[in-house]
Structure formats: C-alpha cells, structure tokens
C-alpha cells in the first residue's frame, strides 16, 4: 500500500514493526525519500517529491520513527509499494557504477574497474533496485553486515575492498564530475570492526621452499596436450624469483615483450596492477636456464597461455586465470605452508634479497614496480643502466 506523509517543520510516520532491525532499514528508506525533497529544495526546484519516489515500504506501517526535521514547507511525501515494477526515474546501484565505469574507462586501470564490479554485484543484490539517493550510512552498514555474515567476506577485505570501492563509486557521483547526484557519501565512515591479526610467520620464502619450488619448476616437462601451462609451471617462478614481478604480469609477456636494448636483455611488463607498464633487466643466471632459447622456439603472441582456448564469456583474463592455475599447482606440488601466498611471496622474498645484497631502495621499487611515497623520489627515475648494475649485484638462487 501506499503511505502519505505531510512534511513540515517535523516529519514523523509510524513503521508499524517491532522488528529492530526491519524498522533500520523502513526508516532510512523513508528518510531517503525526505532527502530527495530537500535536495529538489536545494536546487530551487518547485516540484514536489514523484509520486514514484523511490522509498519503498511493503506493510502497513505500530512503532513510531523518530521524528525527522524538516522545511518547514508543507508537501507529500508518498511512500510507494516494493513491488515488482521497476522504479521509473531511479538509479540503482548497478546503473551508477556503470555510469561510473563509463566515465573511468580512460580514467583508471582496468583491474580496478573489474574489482569494484565485484564488489557492486553483491551491493546490487543486497539494495533490491533502490535508488541510490535513498540510501544511508545504516544501509552500507547492514550491507557490510550482510558481506561478511551472509557471503563469508572478511571483515578485513569488505574494508579495504568493497567499502573503497563503493565508496569510491559514491564519492565520484557526490562530486561535480558525478554531475552532484548525491547531496553526501553515506559511505564515509562505515566500517566494520576487524578481529586482531595473529600473523604466524613471514611472508617471505623460507630457503628450503625456495628451492623446492624453483627444483619443480625446474623439472617440469614439455607437454603436447597444454604447452603454454607447462611453460607457465616451468618460467613463471623463475621469472618472479629474480624480478619480484606478480606472476600475473609475467604470464601477460608475449615473445615480443622479450627483447635486447644496448646490449641489455629485458622484459616489457606491459599489463600491471598499477596500469603503469614498466622495462625489467632479465638476470643473467635465467639466460642460462635456457629462457631465451624457449622464447625465440616460442611462436609469436603470448609465452604462457593460448588465446585459443579461452573462454570468450570469461570476465576473467587468460593471463590472470594462467597465474591462478600456476600458483595453485605450486601449492599442491610443493606442499606449501598455508601461511604465504604461492605467487605474492616472490615479492616479499625478491625484496628481501635484494635488500641483502645492497640494492638502493629506489631501485628496488622500480624493478617491482612499487609506488614511491616520497614526492622528491618521483623526480628520480633510474635508467636501464641503473636497473641493470642493480640485477647484477642480485645473487643466484641454489635449488640443489
């Protein structure tokens, strides 16, 4: 049914629920549709709220909200129905993030759309075709709620992904390039409590795992039936162990990312976390495991993966599948400690060697591609020469 409400210097409207957390979620679908009237009041707008505003309430509202103050103009405000018409006139949580994502695509990197599409799918479903002006901070609370009781999310990633990520979103549509489409970003101070982090030992490679896995990679033989999977299993942990590159990056090279530049062997690293490509120096110690022999055997396009066999309705890139499919068989191969991370620990280990072996900060962070913090190192940007004594000071690996 529909419930009219006159609003003046206060509004108030009865929920009709004893439920706690059912009267959260009608008073701040209530309290939206109020905001949209003092935001058409703000823009010197002279009509009053739609008949199809798009707060929503599905009973008869016995338990009184809290009163809301208001203009003290006195209009309607109509509280429709949830039914299973569309909302005429509002903007979903899925209609913002695409116009979002329009507006990013030269803006920002591809990973980090796809990534807040993730977290949007799940915001989507849990907002029902809300209009996005109608939601509060209460409302990403019970969604973060709902992430991590519901769909097993840490509180930890719904922190540092989901709620950056539709914070992000929101924060744009509140700005003048999101053409002031929210007065506020609800998001802004939601977060949920994290249990305290037990760390139970590094995140480096301890000496006996790295050489357990560079000896299978090491083993691994040519195979007919998936040639670029076993490539993979055979380069990739070398390749990561002496550049601290992400094994995706690495499993992006084609044959044409390998090449000589004055005398230097090194590899373009051109699809990256960052969106920033970047020239690696390749150790001397891989040109004599035979990686240049297997590139220039290699046909050309990618070294580790064929496009051929790839799904054309896969969200996921054939690289990025590759690297998850190299970490899980080095896991199960080697019997990794659950506590460091098959691919990412090849960042934390090449660091911490290279650290060892006196290589300059600066020089580590643009070998692995790290951002520099310091707005005085940004003006410094090391050339190949530079990068290259760097790799030469890096000590070989003993797998036996």
């Not at 939601?190 to 357990?212: H, I, N, S, Y």
């Not at 195979?223 to 990056?249: M, Q, V």
């Amino acid at each position: 049914m529909r419930i009219s409400v006159t609003v003046g210097a206060i509004v108030q409207v009865s929920l009709r629920t004893k439920e706690p957390s059912q009267a959260r979620i009608w008073h701040s679908v209530a309290d939206g549709a109020l905001k949209l009237i003092w935001q058409a009041r703000r823009n010197e707008s002279d009509r009053s709220a739609p008949a199809d505003a798009p707060a929503m309430i599905k009973e008869p509202v016995t338990q009184a909200a809290p009163a809301v103050e208001a203009c003290p103009e006195h209009r309607r405000l109509e509280l429709a129905p949830v039914g299973n018409e569309p909302n005429a006139g509002a903007v979903t949580a899925g209609a913002l993030f695409e116009r979002w994502a329009a507006y990013s695509e030269d803006k920002k990197a591809p990973n980090t759309i796809k990534r807040y599409r993730g977290s949007f799918r799940s915001f989507e479903a849990f907002t029902k075709g809300r209009d996005v002006r109608t939601l509060t901070a209460d409302d990403l609370y019970a969604w973060a709620e709902h992430r991590r009781d519901v769909e097993g999310v840490t509180a930890r990633a719904i922190n540092k992904n989901d709620m950056v990520a539709v914070g992000s979103v929101m924060g744009w549509a509140a700005s003048r390039q999101g053409k002031k489409l929210l007065s506020d970003n609800p998001v802004r101070g939601v977060r949920l409590d994290e249990p305290r982090r037990v760390v139970e030992r590094e995140r480096t490679f301890r000496e006996q795992e790295v050489a357990a896995i560079l000896s299978a990679a090491s083993a691994v033989k040519p195979d007919e039936e998936n040639p670029t999977f076993a490539a993979a299993k055979r380069w990739c942990p070398w390749l990561a162990a002496y550049s601290g590159a992400r094994i995706a990056e690495l499993t992006h090279l084609e044959k044409r990312d390998i090449r000589t530049e004055f005398g230097t062997v090194v590899m373009d690293l051109r699809v990256t976390k960052t969106g920033e490509p970047r020239t690696v120096p390749l150790h001397a110690h891989l040109i004599e495991l035979g990686f240049l022999a297997f590139v220039e055997a290699s046909a050309p396009g990618p070294l580790f993966y064929d496009p051929k066999r790839h799904s054309k309705t896969s969200s996921t890139s054939p690289a990025e599948l590759r690297g998850h499919k190299v970490g899980k068989w080095v896991r199960l191969k080697v019997k990794l400690d659950p506590g460091v991370d098959p691919n990412h620990g090849w960042r934390h280990t090449w660091k911490t060697r290279a650290l060892a072996a006196g290589i300059e900060e600066r020089i580590r962070d643009a070998i692995t591609g790290h951002r520099v913090t310091s707005v005085g190192r940004r003006y410094e940007t090391p050339s190949l020469t530079m990068l290259s004594h760097a790799m030469s000071l890096f000590p070989y690996y003993n797998t036996f």
